[in-house]
């Protein structure tokens, strides 16, 4: 793809998430792109923020993604979220029309906050807007040292990121610190939340990074 083909296809990706994004103020959605390689723990992270969020009168919605299958669809279904399935099938993407689509399978005018958990990695997404409210990325502290760096472009427009693992700090040579710490070198606006989402630590403090409380809807 040479430049004038890439500045075409952005063009394009920016027109249909801007569409999204409409679609999704018209019926008062607030939407959460949630990013970030295999492994990681974006489908455990998002089953806390559904139940904790539904525990507070917060109706959820959840879009899950797979190359096939629909495991994540279930989890999302079991802990109580409006969820629908996009299978990437090769293309292994989510793009601003996959989104449009899987909009449509959702009942927009029930949920409060929705979910949408992109396809593992950390390089692909950042091709394709989606038209989300904000965009979280999360990433295993076993990705040690200098994974902001070698893949900037996903970090410097993320809202949020969550280091996720923490439990396994004392058998690695790294640091949540030392990661949050390249974050903030290439986004200083972004915040950086800790947790060990397998027992649920740190997602009180992920709800209160992304301005969640139980006394207003957001």
């Not at 559904?50 to 669809?73: F, K, N, P, Q, Y």
């Not at 900037?152 to 690695?172: G, Y």
């Not at 200083?188 to 992920?206: C, E, Q, Y």
Request: charged content about 20%; some cysteine.
């Amino acid at each position: 793809m040479d430049v004038t083909d890439r500045e075409e296809f952005l063009i394009r990706q920016m027109r249909l998430a801007d569409g999204n994004f409409h679609l999704l103020k018209e019926n008062d959605v607030r939407a959460i792109n949630v990013m970030g390689p295999a492994g990681c723990g974006k489908t455990t992270i998002i089953e806390q923020l559904v139940e904790r969020l539904i525990s507070c009168g917060l109706a959820v919605g959840a879009i899950a993604t797979a190359a096939t299958g629909d495991t994540d669809h279930q989890r999302f279904l079991t802990c109580g979220a409006q969820s629908v399935n996009v299978q990437t099938g090769e293309e292994g993407y989510l793009d601003a029309i996959s989104l449009s689509h899987a909009l449509t399978g959702l009942d927009l005018g029930t949920i409060d906050v929705l979910f949408i958990e992109n396809v593992p990695g950390i390089i692909s997404p950042v091709d394709y807007p989606l038209g989300t409210d904000e965009e979280l990325v999360v990433i295993p502290l076993t990705a040690g040292n200098g994974v902001v760096q070698s893949y900037p472009r996903i970090f410097t427009q993320t809202d949020l990121l969550v280091i996720n693992k923490i439990d396994l700090a004392s058998a690695l040579n790294v640091t949540p610190k030392a990661i949050s710490t390249e974050y903030a070198q290439v986004n200083p606006h972004g915040k950086a939340v800790f947790t060990d989402a397998h027992r649920g630590n740190g997602i009180a403090k992920l709800l209160e990074a992304l301005g969640f409380n139980c006394n207003t809807k957001w």
